[in-house]
């Protein structure tokens, strides 16, 4: 019977081998020490700290702006709400909610 390797997992960041003594885990994956990272803000995580999805992990902040709940009701009214959509570290995803023209906002 030949001799069959163990498999070592890889790393859903850098796509390398990630070994027992330099595995973090998140999401049910095993990241690198450097690659346990919030993909938008590039701040380092711990376990209590990270969010998860879809192979990507984030900081709570970063989370929240991507995924989180929009509009009037998730806040204290209308002065929580944020124009920041995380566009500045790159989230793409939700830039076209942004006002186009500042003389069509609304001030309460």
Known sequence: MPFKPPVVPKCPN????????????AGGYKWHKVCFKCSMC???????????????????????????????????GAGALSMDTGEKFGNKEHAENK??????????
Do not use: I
């Not at 376990?47 to 879809?54: A, D, K, L, N």
């Not at 006002?99 to 309460?108: G, V």
């Open 14 to 25: 850098c796509d390398r081998s990630v070994y027992a003594a330099e595995e973090k885990v």
């Open 42 to 76: 590039n701040k380092m995580l711990d376990s209590t700290s990270c969010s998860e999805h879809e192979k990507e992990l984030f900081c709570r902040m970063c989370y929240g702006r991507r995924y989180g709940p929009k509009g009037v009701g998730f806040g204290q």
């Open 99 to 108: 006002p186009k023209d500042a003389s069509l906002t609304l001030f309460f």
